[in-house]
C-alpha cells in the first residue's frame, strides 16, 4: 500500500511564497506520476501540476509562471514551490501518486494553504 503524506501547507500574505511537499511510500516511487490537485470549498478538485517519473512537467493556465514542480527521487518527495500567491490560491492541496500504467491512483489527505489579501 502506497502512502502519500503532504506537508508545507500554512498562512501567507498575498505576494508571498510557501513550498508544500509530499512523500510517497513504496518502491517504485521513481516510476510514478507525481501530481498536485486543489479545492477551494465549494468548488470542485482542481489539477494544479505533475511532474512525470522523466521530469516533464505540465501546469494548469492560472499557476504558470508562479508555481514549480520538482521530485527528488532519492528521497521519494515532490515538491511545489508557489511564489507570488494570491487569495484565489487558498484551497486545500492534495498531492497523488500514479503508477505509470495508469492502474492506480495514491492520494494525500490535503494540506490547507491560505493566502490572505
Known amino acids: 500500500q502506497v502512502q502519500v503524506v503532504e506537508s508545507g501547507g500554512g498562512l501567507v500574505q498575498a505576494g508571498g511564497s510557501l513550498r508544500l511537499s509530499c512523500a510517497a511510500s513504496g518502491r517504485a516511487f521513481s516510476d510514478y506520476t507525481m501530481g498536485w490537485f486543489r479545492q477551494a470549498p465549494g468548488k470542485e478538485r482542481d489539477f494544479v501540476a505533475a511532474i512525470s517519473w522523466s521530469g516533464d512537467t505540465d501546469y494548469a493556465d492560472s499557476v504558470k509562471g508562479r508555481f514549480t514542480i520538482s521530485r527528488d527521487n532519492s528521497k521519494n518527495t515532490v515538491y511545489l514551490q508557489m511564489n507570488s500567491l494570491k487569495p484565489e490560491d487558498t484551497a486545500v492541496y492534495y498531492c497523488?501518486?500514479?503508477?505509470?500504467?495508469?492502474?492506480?491512483?495514491?492520494w494525500g489527505q490535503g494540506t490547507q494553504v491560505t493566502v490572505s489579501s
Open positions: 497523488v501518486a500514479s503508477e505509470g500504467d495508469g492502474s492506480a491512483d495514491y
